[in-house]
């Protein structure tokens, strides 16, 4: 089982940070649990057993959005069986801090290395269209 940890900092203001992937070649790997849970499978039933939940499908991937607290919500996405990087769960932290509004994003993938690393690739590409429409608002 391979599992990937990619962090990234998102600020609603002009000064936006992020931790940077290489564009190219192996990630880095995390060696440990960065979804709170052992499987892609277990995070999914659980997340879907769990109250106050919103559960929707979008092209074929499995949507939660789930508000851990006031200040704080999660957006899972589950890719969807067929998918080269299967089965994969993406967990995207937002929360307000400073001022700021931050993007944290664990990756837990249990498929094989390079499809892994495709899917925090473009799920990094899409953090990175958030920041430069937020960096638009922000001017």
Known sequence: ???????????????????????TGPLPEAGHRTIGYSSVQEALGALK????????????????????????????????????AYPAAVKRITYEKDGGVY?????????????CDALVRDFQALNDRIKAEMRQRGK
């Open 103 to 115: 993007i944290e994003m664990k990756v837990l993938c249990q498929a094989a290395k390079e499809p």
């Open 49 to 84: 057993a769990k109250p106050g939940v919103q559960i929707r499908e979008q092209q074929g991937w499995t949507i939660i959005s789930d508000k851990e607290s006031e200040k704080v919500s999660a957006l899972w996405s589950f890719s969807p069986e067929g998918y080269p």
């Open 1 to 23: 089982m391979r599992s990937f940890l990619a962090l990234f900092l998102v600020a609603s203001s002009a000064s936006v940070q992020s931790a940077e992937l290489p564009a």
